[in-house]
């Protein structure tokens, strides 16, 4: 079969050199940099070849059980550059001792672990920290998350996720920020950030990994490994940003996708990592493929044998196998058909070997791990506290009408609803790392905690997620009957969502329908609280209760964060990083999308684009979020009508609490050009800040918005264009408040993706 050229310059998209990162990664010292060099030259062709082998060293329910005496002599040959799936200081310190000690170059091992939301303290997952919409408790439970992974002997976590989803179908939806570009960057740089510290050789610092690179998140039907098929420029514009602001706030390493985009597989796209990612942005860290796919790439039918699979990854830009064994095994036979792959394997053995210097690896191969600190500081008061922020932080209030939350002291006998209620493995998420059952703090007894003396709470749980067994619905009817007020919880389960969990129907699982339908019909009040890793579809319950919380998974401190939610202790203020759909088949309806010829009407007599079944747009759309205060917008100004290609305006406006209560507001800016070489979408974010404010309190918030970030993506790179740009502020996508103009004075070149470019913001 052919394999083609190296770098297919159609899809380096001609951009050039004008894309270039500059470099955010600590650059090796002049002798560290003569070291990795001395070290590669030493190096029989076997060694290096190990040094791009990374095996499983266990399972991820049983860690370090595959560390047997095979594996520890191929150690000892230099046969391993990493393992994942091991933990635990003691055992990855002699693990260790082993490579440094025993082996010819005693190279130092890399150890890894998938730490997607917390270790052993798990908080909320991220989809549920993107709602916060605040960067800094996301990068400080990131940070919280190094301080135990790196305790526990591990160097690399396999995140953030910075795929951008925009079908809540795709179970990985819960791994990532939602749908909006803007967004992702800046939860993807702050996670970076939490996971690196200031610099990789500081305390407590491990490597993060932006994944998946490229388009996993645009698999076709929502349905997880399947196919991309999207245009350069959407390409550039939604699903690359994310990964460009990770690279620039300083990823050590990255993580190819499962799925093809256009085709090419991304573990064989060399266009799109050798070309892009390391060339254009020229990016220098290791890029690590998924589990298998190196071997996949047979059955995606680019490759016959195991021998081209490993060298298609290899032209590509994969510097390390993940799990497969394909390089181990293949890739040394693949340089004796083709020698001129020694050059790329000798980039890529660099690569490895930075990273491990950049660490301090090789200074002292035991900096990390420390037995006595794990013992004692595994979901420690500090960490759980910061775990109660931030799960106090994602909950987002869809509906509250009547002003039924918080809840009222007259409410003196609550019925707790649902079988999830009492699901505290739920709250630990898709990706528990260490995490504990016995560590989380359940919903029930927070309840009776934090509610007024005399309060009596039951609970029922009626029907689960599960089953379609309604015989407990009857006995929770009962005792809705019999409350003042009800707390319905129905959602998904964690195992609902996450790898491989795709869903094409996002309604109620099991018999919780039934349950909702039957215990809204007692004409009791009721809050529902919605657990899960998606948008959830169920217009019965979510349009009929006058109260309804998006309490996602929100970790160990999920049932103290609930209850100062409900009993007003803390006000909610987060914001859908994704909206919700009316009905599964809406699916994917994103708020950023391109205006047509025929735009959506309500008359149904006129032939628009919509759906005849169903209303116009989501549900609750992207940004929504209420809170127990009002607030009011106003005074908005640019501090300049027109700006050059490389200006900025300052966009200001005052904000209000008008409401009695303490709370936070999700202020939020949304741009769009209104006439453009081609049609651009209706809004997109570019900027928002989180404001707690006092009763009466007002704050002045100032966005500096530069030209460059209204760049559309074209053939030649990131194009500015001359004309009006549209300014909206407000609390939601679609609850715009402010509206104001400014002109970009004359045509030019951005160089960085428009949605990466991060927005500074003031507050007086």
Known sequence: MGQGPLIDRRALLAAGAALGLAPVLPALAAGQDARVRDLLRQMTLDEKIGQTHQPAGGRQKALNSKIDATALDLVRKGGVGSYLHVAGAAFLRELQRTAVEESRLKIPLLFAIDVVHGFR???????????????????ATARMAAVETAVSGLHWTFAPMVDIARDPRWGRIVEGAGEDPYLGSVMAAAQVRGFQGEGLAGKDSILACAKHFGAYGAAAGGRDYDSAELSDRTLNEVYLPPFHAAAKAGAGTM???FNDLNGEPTTANAALVRGVLKTQWTWPGLVVSDWNAILELINHGVAETPVQAAALALKAGVDMDMASGVYAA?????????PSLLPLLDQAVTRILTAKMRLGLFDDPYRFGDPEREKTIFAGPEHRAIAREAARKAVVLLKNDGGLLPIAPTARKIAVVGALATDSLSQLGSWKARGQVADVAPLLPALKAAAPAGTEIVHVAGAGPRSDDETGIPAAVEAARAADLVLLMVGEDFDHSGESRSRSDLSL?????A???????????VVVLLPSGRPLVAPEVLEKAPAVLATWFLGVEAGPALADILFGKSAPGG??????PRATGQSPTYYAHVPTGRPADPD??????RYHDVDIGPLFPFGHGLSYAAFAYSDLALDRESIAPTGAVKVSMTLTNTGALEADEVVQLYVRDPLASVARPVKELRGFVRVTLKPGEKRRVTFTLSAAQLAIWSPDGWRIEAGKVEVMVGSSSADIRLRGAFTIAASGKGRDPAAAILTPVGLA
């Open 330 to 338: 293949h890739l040394k036979t693949a340089i004796a058909q083709d």
């Open 255 to 257: 993580m190819t996708a």
């Open 575 to 580: 914001r859908l990083p994704v909206g919700f």
């Open 604 to 609: 149904l007599a006129k032939d628009t684009v």
């Open 509 to 513: 699982p099991g018999a919780q329908g």
């Open 121 to 139: 303290t798990l908080y909320p997952v991220p989809l549920a920290m993107a709602a916060t919409f605040d960067p800094e408790i996301v990068r």
């Open 515 to 525: 349950l909702a339908r039957a215990v809204l019909a007692t004409g009791k009040p």
